[in-house]
């Protein structure tokens, strides 16, 4: 049991997501209404909640796309982060994004957090389990790479 369930009134609000696909203007159109559309359900449902929004965003920083949709996909998770005040999970723990693509790593999943007034969250490990999620052949389950983010917690009251 997750301890937080035996403190009344304190809450942790967990989202996974998938947002559009695709290079096209159009679906990177798509992938910012995603998130604006996500970003105002989060600020109306889960305001004063500590939160954990993580899954596929289809937002790349790794080179797979050019530099002007890269710089458009960024504007959109700052957009969002800064929206809904979270904290981007890589970021908090240096993942080292540029290693991890060039290591040949999906970087287009994310995870991202924020506290509240009761719960203190703080992503404390962001890593890649390629290696643990595999047919029996030995190739991935997935065409993306495993991510785990471990997040640390506590009580503030």
Do not use: M
């Amino acid at each position: 049991k997750f301890p937080a369930a035996r403190n009344p009134g304190v809450a942790i609000d967990v989202y996974n997501l998938h947002a559009d696909a695709g290079g096209h203007d159009r679906d990177a159109a798509a992938r910012a209404d995603n998130f604006e559309q996500l970003a105002d359900f989060i600020l109306s449902r889960s305001a004063g909640h500590a939160l954990i929004v993580g899954g596929d965003t289809n937002l790349r920083y790794d080179g797979t796309r050019d530099a002007r949709r890269q710089a458009l996909d960024g504007d959109i998770w700052t957009r969002f982060l800064q929206r809904t005040g979270l904290t981007d999970a890589c970021a908090a723990t240096a993942c080292g994004e540029e290693a991890l693509a060039q290591a040949g790593y999906s970087v287009h999943d994310r995870f991202s957090y924020r506290s509240s007034a009761d719960v203190e969250l703080q992503a404390s490990r962001h890593h890649f389990e390629r290696e643990r999620f595999t047919r029996e052949d030995g190739e991935p389950l997935s065409d993306h790479d495993p991510l785990a983010v471990r997040f640390e917690w506590r009580l503030r009251r």
